[in-house]
């Protein structure tokens, strides 16, 4: 009590945020959770029904199917988005123009920028079959069209690529920062050992970027059952069994079909299954030893 009093005017400065965060996080989410257990009507008695709304998700079929989308679209570009954007850095660590270096950080880091709506757009135009670059390209080595948003074959894949090249920028400057804050008798010292290059960024770069894999892997992870901006904006009829994903389930239920109940569920267990796979990655990764 003493050191709340000492530092009373700090907490009073507190106050504004913290009614920020009841008003507009914990109180939506606490209303959530009240009405995923309840047969919610807009009109009328809302009685509560237990769990019955998560079993009604749980044994949905159409649920199943979006869950294993998720899982292969939020696995590949955990990888892509990964890997990429780490090899990019490594790469651009060894221009020696800093002219080109910083060139090529702006060019990449632009996508990050723009919303899914025109990077989808973007991407609709260069992949469409009749006028798309992608497939202009294609013909000219003699190859047929391809309809890359219309055939379940490589809607995935598309989504996987869009989204690497999307985010690529974003990460790799954060694999730059990092490397940049690599003591540089590191390297002298690797170099006075005979080190080649290769060898220096094996042993000396790739261990010292450890902390930023660790916060890299960690933002990736929680992303994966989130996805929806991209999926809302790229899907279509043709492919939607390919690619919708959990939080379209939830979209189309609570506000196509107005089953709220149901739909607050799905998200709940969204959030549950992200708790999950969070707790067993920053286990796997020591995520809390540095």
Same mark, same amino acid.
């Given at each position: 009590m003493k050191a709340i009093f000492k530092y009373k005017t700090l907490y009073f400065m +507190?106050?504004?945020i913290l009614a920020y965060f009841l008003i507009f996080s914990f109180y939506p989410l606490a209303r959530g959770l009240v #009405?995923? #257990?309840q047969d919610y009507r807009l009109i009328g008695d809302r009685p509560f029904i237990g769990i019955d709304n998560y079993l009604s998700v749980l044994k949905d079929p159409a649920f199943w199917e979006v869950f294993q989308n998720t899982i292969v679209i939020g696995a590949g570009s955990f990888? #892509?988005? $990964? %890997? %990429?954007p780490l090899i990019l850095a490594l790469s %651009?660590?060894?221009v020696a123009s800093a002219w080109f270096k910083k060139m090529t950080q702006m060019i990449v880091y632009l996508p990050h920028l723009f919303s899914w709506v025109v990077v989808g757009g973007m991407w609709t135009l260069l992949l469409s079959p009749d006028t798309g670059i992608v497939n202009q390209i294609i013909q000219l080595f003699g190859g047929q069209p391809v /309809? $890359? %948003?219309s055939s379940d074959r490589y809607a995935r894949s598309v989504m996987i690529l869009t989204s690497g090249w999307k985010e690529m920028g974003y990460t790799c400057i954060m694999y730059l920062a990092a490397i940049v804050n690599i003591n540089p008798s590191l390297y002298e010292a690797a170099s006075m050992d005979g080190a080649s290059r290769w060898q220096r960024i094996r042993y000396v770069t790739i261990p010292m970027l450890r902390s930023t894999m660790k916060v890299v892997i960690m933002l990736n992870v929680l992303g994966i059952l989130?996805? $929806?901006d991209q999926i809302f904006v790229m899907s279509n /009829?043709? #492919?939607a069994n390919k690619v919708d994903v959990i939080m +379209?389930?939830?979209y189309q239920k609570g506000i196509l079909e107005f089953s709220v109940g149901p739909a607050t569920a799905a998200g709940f267990l969204v959030i549950m299954a992200t708790f999950a796979l969070t707790y067993v990655t920053r286990a796997v990764i020591r995520y809390d030893e540095g």
């Open positions: +507190m106050l504004p #009405i995923s #257990i990888i #892509i988005n $990964f %890997l %990429l %651009l660590n060894e /309809g $890359f %948003l989130r996805l $929806f /009829g043709a #492919i +379209m389930y939830t």
